[in-house]
């Protein structure tokens, strides 16, 4: 029997005030249902924040260090039940388990750093210009955090932005992205084993026009992360900004990397048919571009062409499948339009760009592993996010070019470059306009305690991971004490002559 989930909104597990609900299906096989969700609305958002408003009022008040000590009892739970998580998670949203092991791994790091950060949260003292004098500046909750999360990461993106967020003392209104409901309500399970209130953690189930907007246009909510694509990004922004809000945007990617003709190929393959076709190039940071020198280009393709042709789709929760379904129907609608964009302007398919049939896919939202060579710049399947199994072919002359090509783009998230030359290698760092650069490495790995963002039109400025999400989901609050006993006058007392 499939599961009916519920929202949890101010200590209880309930429906959506509408009683209306909605299905999630397996992509591999859309027989199966995992789960009846809430569709929840506006007034399901405005009880959760009223809950969250309310919990914030104790939670600011626990010490760090002991909403630290939670953290770490969340990872723990994390890694007793990290197994029965990947799978669901598999089910829910089909990539391959050792995919959805890393993904749960990624929360499970993130957790121990937050239990970690609770005993640091560090602010700082500054010498007074005057006597006698003391001043400081310290970290504070800000208040209620709407984040709003995306599928193809449904566990390590919203602890991404949660923990942090709660360890900074802030409460919490969450609405997952309506793929991936169930790991969601996972992790709000967790949470509430391992000893956050009630109220602290809320989760509203159901779409954007509905959940999303009500959360990022409330004048009650303090703050929104949202991880999702670029269009959606400037709608939140420009809503936003009508509260002026705290925004945290992680958006679109068209991420290349670069193989140079003194490259390890062998080596540059394998990190290829990772960056491109792990989780089925649904990842913000999946290599959707390559850009070969002239001099490697041919040989590189057919090393390339030959090892695509063997990845076997199929479930992920079988051992034998190395790559799974699109996330749903539109999806793969968007993929196969983008393929017969890519022909239409003059690229040329090398492998792959159909929808595959065969046993075990007859169910499943499929999409061939491609590759386009003969692409150009100027090329949509250049330029714009596909989120799919395209990986789209360019060659250049020289690191110059390469980095040309690399830049002109409107995304900057990640990039990649495989070079025995530690001159180009340097070079790449320095003038790749990305957030993140791997060399001789894929362009998808980040790991959880490092910095994770994107400049241009990937996001606004902030960061996720390691110790730069905290910038975001706290406030700085600046202290001064006197002990003179007298009046001291900044900026006059010292300078009165
Ligand atoms: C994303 O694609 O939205 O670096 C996040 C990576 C993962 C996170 C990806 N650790 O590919």
């Known amino acids: 029997m499939p599961k009916k989930f519920q929202n949890f909104i101010a200590g209880k597990w309930v429906d959506a005030r509408s009683g209306k609900t909605f299905e999630n299906r397996n992509p591999a096989n859309w027989d199966e249902l995992v789960g009846t969700f809430p569709k929840s609305g506006k007034e399901d958002v405005d009880e959760a924040v009223r809950a969250a408003r309310a919990a914030h009022e104790t939670w600011r008040l626990v010490p760090a ?18 197994e029965e998580l990947a799978r669901q998670m598999t089910r829910e949203m089909g990539k391959v388990l050792t995919e959805t092991r890393g993904d749960v791994q990624e929360g499970i790091d993130t957790a121990y750093y937050a239990a970690g950060e609770g005993r640091r949260l560090f602010g700082k003292t500054v010498p007074s210009e005057l006597p006698d004098k003391l001043n400081m500046a310290m970290r504070v909750p800000i208040g209620v955090a709407g984040i709003v999360t995306p599928w ?17 003392g802030n409460t919490i209104v969450f609405k997952p992205a309506s793929d991936t409901p169930a790991t969601a309500t996972s992790l709000v399970e967790i949470l509430l084993e391992a000893g956050i209130p ?64 003194d490259a390890d190929l062998g080596l540059a ?33 057919g090393m390339l062409v030959d090892r695509v042709k063997k990845l076997r789709l199929g479930d992920g929760l079988l051992p034998t499948t190395d790559v799974g379904p699109c996330i749903n129907q539109g999806q793969q609608e968007t993929v196969k339009n983008y393929v017969e964009i890519g022909v239409q302007e003059g690229a040329r398919i090398v492998t792959g760009g159909d929808i595959p049939r065969g046993s075990g896919l007859e169910k499943g939202w499929f999409f061939s592993p491609t590759v386009f060579e003969n692409v150009k710049p100027e090329h949509r399947i250049a330029k714009e996010e596909i989120f799919g199994p395209v990986l789209s072919v360019l060659k250049t002359k020289s690191l110059d070019e390469a980095i040309h090509i690399l830049n002109d783009t409107i995304y900057g998230l990640s990039s990649s470059i495989y070079t025995a030359d530690v001159n180009r290698a340097f070079r790449a760092v320095r003038d790749v306009k990305a957030g993140i650069i791997y060399i001789n490495a894929p362009t998808i790995g980040a790991e959880a305690h490092m910095p994770f963002g994107g400049v241009k039109q990937t996001g606004n400025g902030h960061r996720e991971g390691g110790w730069t999400v905290y910038d975001f989901f706290s406030e700085w609050k600046t202290v001064y004490v006197d002990y003179s006993g007298g009046l001291q006058r900044a900026q006059i007392d010292n300078y009165n002559e």
Request: aromatic share 6%.
């Open 152 to 168: 193809n990461f449904p566990m390590a993106i919203p602890t991404w932005k949660i923990f942090p967020a709660l360890l900074c």
């Open 65 to 82: 260090p002991k909403r630290g000590d939670i953290m770490r009892k969340v990872g723990d739970v994390m890694v007793a039940r990290k």
């Open 269 to 301: 393959l394998e990190g290829l048919l990772w960056g491109a076709f792990g989780t089925t190039g649904q990842r913000c940071t999946a290599t959707s571009r390559l850009i070969l020198h002239e001099k490697i280009h041919d040989k590189f393709i």
């Open 198 to 261: 009630a109220g602290a953690i809320n989760i509203v189930h159901g779409g954007g026009a509905e959940v999303g907007n009500a959360i990022v246009g409330h004048p009650d909510v303090d703050l929104v992360s949202f991880t999702g694509s670029t269009e959606v990004g400037k709608k939140i922004s420009a809503m936003a900004a009508s509260t002026l809000k705290r925004v945290s945007l992680e958006l679109g990617g068209k991420n290349a990397q670069i193989v140079m003709d």
